[in-house]
């Protein structure tokens, strides 16, 4: 198996796309990305735009070498209905529309359809679900919030094996919740991908407890898994600090032979974190 980032927050801009490659199946999994639409008072910089729009390009070209997409919600860093004609011929594995999902979620959703109807595509709601494709196996857990509460919606898990493990947790902003982490746990992979906490709204939208409870479970999936990468990033990569804000989790997983780095460093690269950096880019113009 060769798991490929496409798009994070630690490689410019948001959104959690991953590229799955196996022998004989390919799936993409959250193909979108977008952008914070302020940050410190601010708009998107030009080099976030510019840097999106690269990294929509490197989506499109792996869902077209694609067998299988998955959409694990309907927040534009994780779908994108404009893009709809590319899942043309595609298995789409979705999250389920109408159950355990927010107002919001299921308006865009209901759009998303519409598009998709007109299209030749073969379409599975996946919440909790079991599939064998070819050479792999995938299991996608029951819908868990999106964060702290159901307030942004529910999410599903994915968990991919080919005798090689892996698991992508999406939007569970930690994990916060046991009931996030069960998945994770369950599913022992070698490599997981996690949305980490959203330290960079510590205070305001996430609590010094979902924090607390966040670090509490990373440890937990270190001690309690076979896991040898662990890619937390996303909500986490917004915040400059992140390193230090997940000491505990690194320290952990050194103890334990994990890595835990960010989506970058999983590919060998630097981090660009350009939202968390959008205030000095613009005092740079200046």
């Not at 993409?28 to 840097?51: C, F, N, Q, T």
Request: with cysteine.
């Amino acid at each position: 198996m060769e798991i490929i980032p496409l798009a994070f927050d630690s490689l410019g801009a948001r959104s959690m796309c991953t590229f799955v490659k196996t022998k004989n199946v390919n799936v993409v999994i959250d193909p979108s990305v977008a952008l914070g639409p302020r940050r410190y008072g601010l708009p998107p910089h030009e080099l976030e735009i510019r840097k999106m729009a690269e990294l929509m390009d490197e989506i499109r070209r792996s869902i077209e070498i694609s067998d299988i997409v998955i959409i694990t919600h309907y927040h534009y860093d994780h779908h994108n209905p404009d893009d709809a004609d590319l899942l043309r011929g595609k298995k789409l594995l979705l999250k389920h529309p109408k159950n355990q999902i927010n107002r919001s979620q299921m308006e865009r959703a209901a759009y998303f359809l519409e598009r998709l109807n007109e299209l030749d595509v073969d379409i599975d709601f996946a919440d909790g679900k079991s599939y064998e494709f070819d050479d792999i196996h995938i299991s996608i857990s029951k819908p868990v919030f999106h964060g702290a509460n159901p307030r942004l919606g529910y999410v599903i898990e994915v968990f991919i094996d080919d005798g090689d493990t892996f698991t992508f947790s999406s939007d569970v902003e930690g994990p916060i919740h046991k009931e996030q982490l069960e998945f994770l746990i369950a599913s022992n992979a070698e490599t997981v991908f996690i949305d980490g906490p959203m330290t960079y709204m510590l205070g305001y939208r996430f609590s010094a407890k979902s924090m607390d409870s966040s670090i509490n479970n990373l440890i937990e999936l270190i001690d309690k898994t076979d896991a040898k990468t662990i890619v937390v990033d996303h909500h986490l990569t917004r915040d400059i600090y992140y390193k230090d804000r997940i000491k505990e989790v690194i320290q952990r997983g050194e103890g334990a032979g994990a890595k835990v780095i960010s989506a970058a460093e999983f590919l060998g690269r630097k981090d660009l974190l350009l939202e968390a950096r959008r205030k000095e880019l613009y005092s740079k113009e200046r």
